[in-house]
């Protein structure tokens, strides 16, 4: 009888076991190798990974926290134990470098820290020890703050002011100050000033062959020094359709369009032109629009090919303006064509509405556009609260979106009485979506 009860049993235990789900369906959470230090006390350029089959829960991370060793390393841990696999840190904020540079002039913000501090290094030794991805955030035209301008006279502001972008406003005047004077950056910035409610500072012009060089430079040499696991435009664009009527765009467009031109009309319009050097921009609207598009077009090009060649599997991703259409007119960022032409391989489309339904169109409109790229939803948490938040987290997930970007872990951090009372925002998104996917849960 106990022999027969024991068959039993045994036979029970065999049945469990063969219906108990295997132990090892879920996924793990991918982790980096650690990375090594150079003699030169940089990152070395370790292999990087390719962009991940799993959900990525990115943090944008304003230059405001790469400002201390303490603040680095805080705002890693938090990224971590609330369970983001993605920081897209700022280390160009406005001309100005967050990481050693060889090109350009250290942040103010970094004055007073030690020299051997370099922010962007400290990032990835945290990150990549923990299994999380670092992006390069680069800031791409503009590069001045208008309240409080460079400290440093290395700053290309002063340096080369003739490489600014020019209203269309003031165009006329200052076609006839030397670009060297001081005249002409002190009427840059007034005009700016004055215009501080549509415009974020001083630009730098997309049609100036050496603004391109020296952008194509810093990515590069970011690339080139530092395990960075990608690369992400930021301010890829003009501010308006008002810009850019600086010498070098006006000179540049002239020559694209006498080419179309009869004998006539040409001659025509070039003794128009030493009266007043905007002609052709205001006789060839159209044309000019196409000119301005395509040279922020040829810059993402050329840096994504320039990348590419060195760290191949590098993440090349871009922070857009979320209505495309509007984004190509008024802004001159086809990112739509960049995407069909295969040279970003995500697009951030910067969602900030706080209308669910509104965000729900947007991001839908990104996925269809997406090319076979990727789509992280850019999510404003500045403005909302963490329950509107996950709700948009839910909603870019069944719409197909790769993952989501939230903007920012400096807001997330800072007490808001509307938004953030107990400066906990992080801790509310892991404690309402973490729990639902159990194969994603931090390590």
Not at 196 to 214: C, D, F, I, M, Q
Request: aromatic share 10%; charged share 25%; with cysteine.
């Amino acid at each position: 009888m106990r022999r027969a009860v024991s068959i039993i049993v045994a036979y029970l235990i065999l049945l469990l076991t063969a219906l108990l789900p295997a132990q090892k369906t879920a996924a793990p959470t991918p982790t980096l190798p650690p990375p090594q230090r150079t003699e030169t006390g940089l990152v070395n350029a370790a292999p990087v990974q390719d962009i991940s089959p799993y959900e990525v829960r990115a943090l944008w991370v304003v230059r405001h926290t790469m400002t201390s060793p303490q603040s680095v390393k805080e705002m890693v841990a938090r990224a971590k134990t609330n369970g983001f696999t993605d920081l897209i840190v700022q280390v160009r904020g406005r001309g100005d470098a967050y990481y050693n540079s060889r090109i350009e002039p250290r942040a103010d913000e970094l004055f007073g820290q030690p020299a051997e501090f370099d922010p962007l290094a400290l990032t990835l030794d945290e990150a990549h020890r923990i299994g999380i991805r670092v992006h390069a955030w680069i800031n791409i035209y503009v590069v001045a703050n208008i309240e409080t301008l460079p400290e440093s006279k290395e700053h290309l502001i002063y340096q080369h002011p003739d490489w600014l972008m020019v209203p269309r406003e003031i165009a006329k005047e200052l076609l006839t100050v030397d670009p060297k004077s001081p005249e002409y950056l002190k009427r840059l910035v007034e005009f700016t000033r004055n215009n501080r409610t549509e415009l974020e500072g001083l630009y730098t012009s997309p049609a100036h062959p050496a603004v391109k060089e020296n952008l194509i430079k810093i990515w590069l040499d970011v690339a080139e020094r530092y395990a960075v696991d990608g690369l992400h435009f930021d301010y890829v664009r003009y501010p308006n359709t008002n810009f850019d009527y600086s010498r070098t765009a006006l000179e540049s467009f002239r020559s694209e369009v006498e080419r179309t031109l009869s004998e006539e009309t040409r001659a025509e319009l070039a003794a128009q032109f030493e009266l007043d050097p905007m002609v052709y921009a205001v006789n060839f609207p159209d044309q000019f629009a196409d000119f301005q598009r395509r040279q922020v077009t040829d810059l993402v090009e050329r840096v994504y090919k320039g990348v590419k060649a060195v760290k191949p599997h590098a993440i090349i991703s871009a922070a857009v303006f979320a209505n495309d259409e509007d984004a190509a007119r008024s802004k001159f960022q086809d990112w739509r064509q960049w995407m069909r032409l295969g040279w970003l391989d995500v697009a951030c489309p910067m969602a900030y509405t706080t209308d669910t339904e509104a965000f729900r169109r947007q991001i839908n409109n990104a996925v269809k556009l997406a090319s076979g790229k990727q789509i992280w939803a850019g999510i404003g948490g500045y403005k909302q609260s963490a329950d509107s938040s996950i709700e948009k987290i839910k909603v870019s997930r069944e719409l197909g979106a790769q993952g989501f970007a939230l903007f920012s872990y400096d807001s997330s951090v800072k007490a808001s009485p509307e938004f953030n009372p107990r400066a906990n925002y992080l801790e509310q998104l892991r404690e309402a979506w973490l729990p639902t996917m159990p194969r994603l849960l931090a390590q």
